[in-house]
């Protein structure tokens, strides 16, 4: 009688161990420890608010790596309501009559020229600080690296910023499981996480988009309150 019940207490005593190691487990795969974007918000943002996205720096090796974000960049953005993105092709017209080279380090002078060029109330502007693979004991690791600051049009001020880096063993946590293999993949879960992180809008009546889509950007007294 008394082996049966050894038998029995360690049974219980293994299944016990093994629920509490697979919840040990899961966790790490779930939540891992993948850093989230460290972001700047002065305020929330007016609805309707006027936003142009402006070409990223590069100081990375690949040469293509603003062309791959840029767009993802837009996509998440223009699916939050309260916003509206100005559509790149009329960004684009306005930067060939002002070439500029970086345009993480854009001048005041030309921030309210583009605004009111482009008839928007921020520029989102920022560089691509890493965006390839590195060598982890023989194996290509992906990493990416972005650093965004939306800069209002009227005065310069800075509204919102972030910077996010995020690398492909970020939630790697058993013998390989949770690494993210493709640099796209890893780049659109880093595009997803800083969108995430932008700011609301509000509800302001006086902010709204007229019916033809056009306005005057806002004044710098609206957004300051």
């Not at 219980?12 to 850093?35: I, K």
């Not at 595009?191 to 932008?198: G, K």
Request: net charge negative.
């Amino acid at each position: 009688m008394c082996a049966c019940r050894t038998g029995d207490t360690s049974r219980r005593n293994l299944a016990a161990a093994v629920l509490l190691c697979a919840g040990v487990l899961s966790g790490y795969a779930l939540g891992g420890c993948a850093p989230s974007p460290r972001a700047y918000e002065a305020s929330p943002l007016p609805h309707g608010m006027r936003i142009a996205i402006l070409p990223l720096a590069n100081y990375t090796a690949n040469r293509e790596a603003p062309d791959k974000i840029a767009p993802m960049l837009l996509s998440e953005l223009a699916q939050r309501g309260g916003l509206h993105i100005v559509d790149p092709g009329a960004v684009e017209a306005v930067l060939a009559r002002e070439p500029w080279l970086l345009y993480d380090r854009i001048p005041p002078d030309l921030v309210e020229r583009f605004g009111a060029e482009l008839g928007v109330d921020a520029l989102l502007v920022g560089s691509v600080l890493g965006f390839g693979f590195r060598q982890s004991e023989g194996e290509r690791i992906p990493h990416v690296s972005i650093a965004l600051r939306l800069v209002r049009t009227a005065d310069g001020t800075v509204l919102w910023s972030a910077a996010h880096s995020r690398d492909g063993a970020d939630r790697e946590w058993l013998f390989g499981l949770g690494r993210v293999e493709s640099l796209e993949q890893l780049l659109a879960r880093s595009i997803a996480e800083i969108a995430l992180a932008f700011p609301a809008t509000t509800t302001d009546a006086e902010s709204q988009v007229p019916d033809d889509g056009k306005r005057q950007p806002l004044r710098a007294e609206r957004g300051a309150r």
